[in-house]
């Protein structure tokens, strides 16, 4: 029984291949798609959160910067939402819980000619008890903001990411996600 499942797995395995996926990061640090990340500056971005975008940002665009361009051919422009909604009313007009949402829209630009490469929209929401204590509430809006932040920044490099593999010359847009309720 277990030779047959072992058999069973190689077979499937061998279709898998000829399939056409290929690693999105193929060749590692040498590929097309490291390539076009480390040439990517991020600009600045207004406000806490976007303070908090920018470093995700940098961050995950540093580990593929090391031996390669200095981030100068490609900026990153950056223009953030970031609002708190209040549900979950009770009797008494109290609200017991909020969620945040944070939209980035965003555009990779040459930084030579100025020509708009991508346009597109990240978001992402998280949502939020209210309780007794104050402190409580901020603090938990606070790391919720940072964990969306996060998210947003995953969401922006996995899709310039993509747009690397796929040549990155043409200019692409992609419609804005519905508005979240």
């Not at 190689?10 to 490291?34: D, E, F, H, M, Q």
């Not at 390539?35 to 908090?52: C, K, N, R, T």
């Not at 939402?81 to 009797?91: K, L, P």
């Not at 007794?132 to 969401?155: C, H, K, M």
Request: hydrophobic share 45%; with cysteine.
């Amino acid at each position: 029984m277990r030779t047959l499942f072992i058999s069973c797995l190689a077979a499937a395995s061998l279709t898998i291949g000829g399939c056409g996926l290929r690693p999105l990061y193929a060749n590692g640090s040498k590929g097309a798609v490291a390539m076009v990340l480390a040439d990517v500056d991020v600009a600045p971005i207004e406000g806490h959160s976007g303070w908090l975008v920018r470093n995700a940002l940098r961050d995950r665009f540093q580990a593929t910067q090391a031996g390669h361009g200095a981030g100068k051919r490609l900026r990153l422009d950056v223009r953030l939402e970031d609002s708190i909604t209040g549900f979950g009313v009770r009797a008494d007009d109290a609200v017991t819980r909020e969620r945040r949402t944070l939209r980035a829209r965003y555009q990779l630009v040459d930084a030579a000619s100025g020509e708009v490469l991508l346009d597109a929209v990240a978001a992402q929401d998280a949502g939020i008890d209210v309780v007794g204590s104050e402190y409580a509430t901020i603090a938990a809006e606070s790391s919720a903001l940072e964990r969306l932040a996060s998210g947003v920044a995953d969401q922006i490099v996995a899709r310039l990411a993509v747009f690397a593999n796929r040549g990155g010359g043409q200019v692409q847009t992609t419609p804005a996600p519905a508005p979240v309720p």
